[in-house]
């Protein structure tokens, strides 16, 4: 988390100073307040309405423990072994079956499942996601990908490789192999966790979302990558291959059982 957060803030920090040198080399002090003023409003979107812009991309919708209570009580139970807070729960419409997390906090956290996702998978797979989903939490990474995904929801009027290449340098694909070790050991069930990546990837494959505008913005902050893979998914990938995931799971619980 220490290195994920530097590299952010090293980014943040230059870009802010290029905003700053341009506003000073336009119009001098008052292009300076300027840029100033910008940057303190999009500081602010950033921070504040990170969450509800991603939301919003993949038009997801608040779910009740009336309405799906079996998802509450696999999040509940993960949570009370994890000693976090019980996280908000959403379901987008996608048929993709992914899912992701976003906030600025174990307190504020959201966890957004696809309608896709609680259709393919089985309880122990579901329950295994859900556990990835809250290492991350736990580890607080969420916190930059939340921003990140922020920051290139602003700027995804950009072309996509810009937005792809600014994702790929803030988001280091390896912090998906530690939420894959910590969440396999809170579910306590790795093959789980393979067999849903395994699903999740392959459907990805078949069922792509669109990689452009809010939702692009928002494609790293999914367990798996929502995106084809073709052309620039593959120059600046935010996760790593799902067979290399697969394997160190495996080995995992290879482990496990001796």
Not at 37 to 59: C, K, N, P
Request: include cysteine; aromatic fraction near 6%; proline fraction near 6%.
């Amino acid at each position: 988390m220490r290195g994920y957060g530097i590299r952010a803030l090293a980014l943040a920090g230059v870009l802010c100073g290029l905003v700053l040198l341009a506003g000073f080399a336009w119009l001098g002090l008052a292009g300076l307040a300027l840029a100033s003023a910008l940057l303190f409003a999009f500081g602010w979107l950033i921070y504040f309405q990170s969450e509800r812009m991603v939301l919003t991309a993949l038009r997801a919708r608040p779910v009740s423990e009336v309405e799906n209570p079996a998802l509450f009580g696999l999040v509940r139970e993960l949570c009370r072994d994890a000693r976090l807070p019980v996280p908000r729960l959403f379901v987008a419409p996608a048929q993709q079956p992914n899912i992701l997390t976003v906030c600025c906090s174990s307190r504020t956290a959201a966890v957004c499942c696809t309608e896709g996702l609680l259709r393919s998978l089985s309880l122990a797979e579901l329950r295994a996601v859900l556990a990835h989903e809250l290492a991350h939490v736990s580890r607080r990474d969420t916190l930059v990908s939340s921003w990140s995904a922020g920051l290139a929801a602003l700027v995804s009027f950009l072309p996509v490789p810009a937005v792809a290449l600014l994702v790929a340098v803030i988001t280091p694909s390896g912090r998906e192999f530690r939420a894959d070790f910590d969440g396999a050991l809170l579910a306590g069930d790795p093959m789980a966790l393979a067999s849903a990546l395994r699903k999740i990837s392959e459907s990805a494959t078949d069922l792509p979302l669109p990689a452009r505008g809010l939702v692009g913005a928002a494609g790293h902050l999914m367990i798996a990558h929502p995106f084809s893979i073709e052309g620039f998914g593959r120059l600046f990938p935010t996760h790593p291959p799902t067979g290399e995931r697969v394997r160190r799971l495996e080995s995992l619980a290879g482990q496990a059982r001796r």
